[in-house]
Every structure is written in structure tokens, then in C-alpha cells.
């Protein structure tokens, strides 16, 4: 008899742990992140709207923002949940007039990693240490003379060198996308240092192979 019981008792525990596991990942799967989240599809659990995406989703999507959700809609991809704008108006308020709310980054995947590593500024949160640092970032550039009209110069000149190297080269094979990269390369040279190697010269070209992991 209390063996009997033990397994009931065993039985139904076990039910229990089951069904309100259940319960939790559901309500964890059909909850928004926000009361105020957008609304939009769910879809179906692990895999959100991929299924019903299509050959074209952003047609699908904006199907979906036409027909039920509005222009400010929120999708499931997968287990993460994704916002979508689907008018200029939409795009225009978040992008210009909120910039400041959409200058984020993901919080998953390899904008974790990236900032974690520390992997410059295109992979870090929109905070107070990311702005100090665009902040010096845009003031050296402007120092170098970015925006300003001595760098146009500087990007012509090496062009008209480049385009004088070329007539040289007039009826002979050459490398051309090579060539192209050298003259990149000693427009950046001639902006952060100051000096330009000619196009024949083998420091110029082994830097190049340098360069290009050769």
C-alpha cells in the first residue's frame, strides 16, 4: 500500500515538474520583452516567423505591417524578437529625431564578443565611453584634414600621377587591380605620413604583397 502510494505520489511530482515547465516556456515564448513592445507574429516556438517568411521576406514583412501591424511592428526571428519600420515616417523618427535610442547594438551573438574584445568602435554600445572616443576619433580626422579641402587636393594630385603612370604603361600587360591598390595606398600614405612610394618601387610592392597577405 505505501508503495503504492510512493508511486502516485512519484508519479504525479513528476507530472507536475512537466506541466508547469511547459507552462513557463510558454508564457516565456508568447510574453512580449516590453508591455509596450510593438506588436506583430510570433510565430511558431525556436523558430519565430522564419517559416513563413518566404523566397521574400520583405515582402512578407511588409505585407504583415500593411495589412495587421502598422508601419512599427515587431517580428521573431529565431528567439530573438526584432523591431521593423516599414515607413520613411517610422524610420525618420527612429533614426533622426530618437537617434540617440537606436544607436545600439545587439545584445547577442558577435556584438557581444566584438565589445567584449574591445574590437574598435563599429561593435560598441552607444554609451558614454563609445562616445568619448568618436568624439577624439572625429577630431583627429578633422585635424588630418578630413572635410576639408587639402585632402580633395592631395586624392587629386595622386591621381594625376597615377593617370600619368598609366600612359607610360601604354601597350604593355599590367596588373591593373595591383596598380589600383598602390595608388590607395599612397593616397592613405601620403594623408597619414606625409610620403608616397613610386609605383615601380619594390618597397611599394612589397608592402602591397604584405598588405594583401601574399
Not at 507530472?15 to 510574453?31: D, G
Not at 530618437?98 to 574584445?117: E, H, T
Amino acid at each position: 500500500m505505501l508503495s503504492m502510494i510512493t508511486d502516485n505520489l512519484t508519479t504525479f511530482l513528476a507530472t507536475w515538474v512537466v506541466l508547469t515547465s511547459v507552462f513557463a516556456l510558454a508564457y516565456k515564448w508568447w510574453r512580449k520583452p516590453h508591455r509596450n513592445f510593438p506588436p506583430g507574429p510570433i510565430g511558431v516556438p525556436l523558430l519565430g516567423v522564419l517559416p513563413y517568411l518566404g523566397d521574400k521576406p520583405q515582402e512578407t514583412i511588409r505585407q504583415w505591417s500593411e495589412e495587421k501591424y502598422g508601419p512599427v511592428m515587431s517580428i521573431r526571428m529565431g528567439l530573438e524578437d526584432v523591431v521593423v519600420l516599414n515607413s520613411y515616417d517610422a524610420i525618420s523618427q527612429g533614426y533622426v529625431r530618437q537617434a540617440n535610442s537606436f544607436s545600439g547594438r545587439p545584445s547577442s551573438g558577435i556584438f557581444q564578443l566584438a565589445d567584449f574584445l574591445d574590437w574598435g568602435m563599429s561593435f560598441k554600445q552607444y554609451d558614454s565611453d563609445y562616445k568619448c572616443q568618436k568624439t577624439f576619433f572625429s577630431k583627429s580626422l578633422k585635424d588630418y584634414g578630413v572635410g576639408k579641402l587639402e585632402v580633395d587636393k592631395l586624392i587629386n594630385e595622386e591621381a594625376d600621377i597615377f593617370n600619368e603612370y598609366l600612359k607610360d604603361k601604354e601597350g604593355q600587360l599590367i596588373n591593373f587591380k595591383d596598380h589600383f591598390f598602390a595608388l590607395t595606398a599612397n593616397a592613405v600614405l601620403k594623408f597619414l605620413c606625409g610620403t608616397r612610394y613610386d609605383y615601380d618601387d619594390p618597397t611599394a610592392k612589397a608592402l602591397i604583397r604584405a598588405l594583401q597577405n601574399e
